[in-house]
């Protein structure tokens, strides 16, 4: 494998780390959204999963956003009789987004994030020394 394959698959990789990183962005903005009329359902924590792919043209496996899905774990339920989306017993169902899953979570996605990053900077600095030695 050559550094330009394995500067193609680093790509891949920070393309799904990116999309798990917009997923995870939107649950932590949505972690207290209630529906808009009582009795609705809140907002719902979105998952994401990757799969193994096969790129033929460098003959090498890639990483891609596999399924994009919804937890189907239970809403969590707040005693908040004042709010307009409570029920008749003064219960609200919140999201089942755990923010500080969701944080540990985004804090390893932009970890793997920045290792694509630095394999694909490495890559290039081989190139440049391998064209500069050809030069010289």
Request: no cysteine; charged share 25%; glycine share 6%.
């Amino acid at each position: 494998m050559d550094l330009t394959n394995s500067m193609s698959i680093s790509a891949a990789g920070m393309k799904a780390q990116g999309a798990r990183i917009r997923m995870i962005s939107e649950n932590i903005a949505n972690a207290k959204s209630t529906g808009t009329v009582p009795g609705e359902d809140p907002y719902r924590r979105k998952t994401i999963t990757f799969s193994s792919v096969m790129d033929r043209d460098i003959g090498a496996f890639k990483v891609e956003v596999g399924r994009m899905g919804l937890d189907r774990s239970p809403f969590k339920r707040a005693h908040m009789p004042y709010h307009p989306m409570a029920d008749a017993t003064g219960y609200v169902n919140m999201p089942n987004v755990n923010t500080l899953i969701e944080m540990a979570d985004l804090r390893e996605a932009q970890r793997s994030y920045e290792a694509n990053v630095s394999v694909i900077e490495n890559a290039r600095s081989m190139l440049m020394r391998t064209v500069d030695l050809l030069r010289g």
